[in-house]
């Protein structure tokens, strides 16, 4: 056994990569506070700020074990963790050093194993729809899959097991995630489970999640939630001049909350420049005048392959019992953001 632990370590082959995104900006929201116009430096717009390290060893017969560690960053303040301002990640606030993502895992012939804290497929899911990639204050998280009583982070998910299928699957792929709760004596608190199944095909997309979480218990002792689940369709097929998107989804907790998404979208790539643009509405199925409908409009220029320059343009129109980016329901909020993104 001494003898093969040696034999291992000398002909396992190992990489470790550094990378990141820095990516800060100037945003001017009106609407958001009853106060007036909110302008200030932010960080992570178009995509949120983040260094990490991944790494795998090859072991041979196609089996490799590999890690990532990923931190976020508030640019504006220097500070590590996932910044409020952040639209990618306002509903998973972490100021833990690797809050962003964190996982040990196996891949091989038999598909990716991966332990820890990470994505979930509903998520990875909505980024390969989304005109704006997760990104900017329009970006698809901000109507779908959003409720106030959710109180579980459906974007990142702890105390993770997930599964990816492997890619030769003639252009489908497939995912599922188990994020346990961990409250003694009851498995199923706080517990959380979702699945994804995508395919893609030269210039077509399609892309099916689902995700649960099981709020049976929150962070406050003895209170007691309703389990949140949202089904999620979407698919984009590119023309060449011009990329179409659509998307759907279905959200429902408990007897109070039912709500429906509808997202479409365009994006047009012209050389370094590129123009993205979509209409979001929520419909909601339980409450009378909580409809909202979100116009959006977004466009960046390469300097080079890892450096671009970007604005963007959002208003969200709310009726009157609807409070999306807001604290007045009813209120309409407008957000100008422009800003610069590096990658290394």
């Known amino acids: ?37 909110v302008t200030k430096l932010s960080s992570g717009q178009q995509s949120y700020s983040r260094f990490g390290f991944a790494g ?15 931190a976020g960053v508030e640019l504006n303040r220097g500070n590590t963790g996932l910044d409020s301002i952040d639209y990618n990640v306002r509903k ?21 194993l991966k332990l820890g804290r990470q994505f979930t497929p509903l998520y990875n899911a ?18 779908f899959g959003i409720n106030n009583l959710y109180t579980s982070d459906y974007q990142r998910m702890s105390n993770a097991v997930v599964y990816e299928a492997p890619d030769n699957l003639n252009g489908f792929k497939a995912s599922a995630a188990y994020g346990f709760g961990g409250f003694a004596g ?28 099981n709020n049976e218990k929150t962070t ?25 998107h659509a998307a759907y989804d279905q959200n429902e907790q408990g007897p109070r909350f039912k709500t429906e998404d509808y ?26 005048s909580a409809d909202a409908d979100q116009y959006a409009v977004g466009y960046t220029y390469n300097l080079s392959k890892r450096t671009n ?11 009157s019992n609807s409070s999306i980016d807001t604290e007045t329901p009813g209120k309409s909020v407008g957000t100008i953001q422009a800003g610069l993104r590096h990658t290394f």
């Open 309 to 319: 320059v970007y604005t963007a343009y959002t208003y969200v129109q709310n009726q």
């Open 220 to 244: 406050v002792e003895g209170a007691l939630t309703d389990t949140f689940r949202t089904n999620f369709i979407g698919a984009a097929y590119d023309f060449g001049l011009v990329k179409l």
């Open 186 to 213: 009851d498995l199923s608190a706080q517990s959380q489970v979702g699945a994804s199944l995508g395919y893609l095909n030269g210039p077509l997309t399609v892309s099916y999640a689902y995700h649960e979480a």
């Open 92 to 112: 998973s606030h972490d100021t833990n050093l690797f809050g962003s993502q964190a996982y040990v895992g196996l891949t091989g012939n038999f598909g990716t």
């Open 126 to 143: 909505y980024g390969a729809i989304d005109p704006f990639m997760n990104g900017f204050a329009a970006n698809i998280n901000n109507f």
């Open 1 to 37: 056994m001494a003898f093969m632990g040696a034999f291992g370590s000398v002909s396992a082959q190992s990489n470790v990569t550094v990378y990141g995104t820095l990516d800060a900006g100037v945003s001017s929201i009106n609407g958001t506070k009853p106060a007036g116009i």
């Open 56 to 70: 795998t060893e090859d072991m041979g017969d196609g089996l490799k074990a590999l890690f990532l560690l990923e």
């Open 263 to 288: 997202l479409f979208g365009l994006t047009l790539p012209v050389g370094a420049h590129a123009v993205f643009a979509d209409y979001t509405h929520k419909k909601n199925k339980i409450v009378d």
